[in-house]
């Protein structure tokens, strides 16, 4: 839901429960609070009467006195003729035998007697003082008359109110949607790499402190990225020329280095070999540059099964299992995923080749996944990666220790690292009891 109007409707439901609550106090207790008002009153001029003060007497309170008289019927007559005096058959009120128990046993007693006929009521108080009683006559308009007036004078606030609100949240939340738009609309063309020019929001609150600093940011990820083009166009060139430099005197140095052999005695024959095996690992250097090189190309997307990827690149290595009586274990369900396939098989055949360097006897590879991402992971029972060089291992050059035996020049972990990302996924190695574990989390889809 839009912001805008979630915003009019918790508003505008505020404003209904508020009004709605009001009327239920006001039908609960708007009633009980009139009368508590008026006893105040009586109250005060009582506490007058009884201490002889003078007081501001109002004209709508009538007072009498009456004689102490036991008979309802006397009293109540007397009580009439000293209010009301020749009048006092209008008006139809009674003390019954209850009311005057109460009256003798506490010395004061109020009642209210609304006069239907005449629209209107009477808040009565007979209070006992020496040797008579006093009679305190407040006349009240009907409070039901009131509440009723007050309930449809309230309905017309209401909708007054809510125009009113309306018309200004219309008008202020319009200028908020539209500087959320332009906040919007810069973060949008910020994420697709678009880092031209941002409109700014010109005002002097949040709003036009997060715009300035949107534009800030654009502006720093604009360099950044400049600079990163240029870092992958100069890397790039690099690795290319390098490749391209290699090639030609290896080729050279193998050719002689095979004619050289033919001639020799065959007790010197070992050491062209050496040289041989050398070229050779410097041409596959080579290509590893050139396969740098080429990794700066844009990734070209497909979907397939990771699993029967795996299965094709462990067919290739088989001889050298069965060479180094390698037990290969492969746990896996069909699994789908969405990248390079050609990039990820290299990520797959240089883990793969990896682990086939350093493990004694066992390589363990398992597929597993979860709703959103897809784990390939790879053991091998060889010796532990010193702690102080784990996170080295995957920089490019990097190696724990040369080999002659091993054909590392430290760029396979480099490789991986890098086609991961480009992938938008992650990549780990932990140390087991008896080897070593790498990881590599791949998302099912790009987003």
Known sequence: MKLK????????LTLLISFIL????????????????????????????KNKNNFDSNSEILIGEIPILKDNFEFNNQLKLSLFKKDSWKYNFWFGSDALKILNETGTITRNFEQKNLKS????????????????????SSIEENLKLMKSFSLYIFFIISIFIWSVYTYYFRKITKYISNIELSLDKISKKDFSKLELIDSNDEFGNISKKLVNVSDKLKEYFEL?????????????????????PITVISGYTYYIKDILQEEDQKYCDFIITECKGMSQLAKKFQFLADNFKNLEFSTFSLDELVKT??????????????DIKFLSKPTEIVGDYNLIKVVIDNLISNSLKFTKD??????????????????????????????????????????????????????????????????????KENGVKFKIILPKTLK
């Open 5 to 12: 109007r979630k915003s009019f409707i918790i508003i505008n």
């Open 22 to 49: 009001f009327f239920i106090l006001l039908e609960n207790f708007g009633k009980r609070y009139y009368f508590y008002q008026k006893n105040l009153e009586l109250n005060k001029i009582e506490n007058s009467v």
């Open 121 to 140: 009521s009477f808040f009565i108080r007979v209070f006992k003082k020496q040797d008579h009683f006093v009679v305190l006559c407040l006349p009240l």
């Open 228 to 248: 990163l083009n240029n870092k992958y166009e100069s890397q790039k060139y690099f690795y290319n020329s390098l490749a391209h430099e290699l090639k030609t």
């Open 313 to 326: 690149i462990l067919e290739k290595f088989q001889l050298d299992f069965s060479d180094k009586n390698i």
């Open 362 to 431: 066992v390589i363990d590879i398992e597929i597993y996944s979860d709703d959103d991402t897809i784990t390939f992971s790879i053991y091998n029972n060889g010796e532990n990666i010193p702690l102080d060089k784990i996170t080295k291992i995957w920089e490019p050059f990097f190696f724990i220790e040369k080999n002659p035996k091993v054909d590392n020049w430290g760029f396979g972990l480099a490789i991986v690292a890098d086609i991961v990302k480009r992938h938008n996924g992650s990549y780990k190695v932990e140390n």
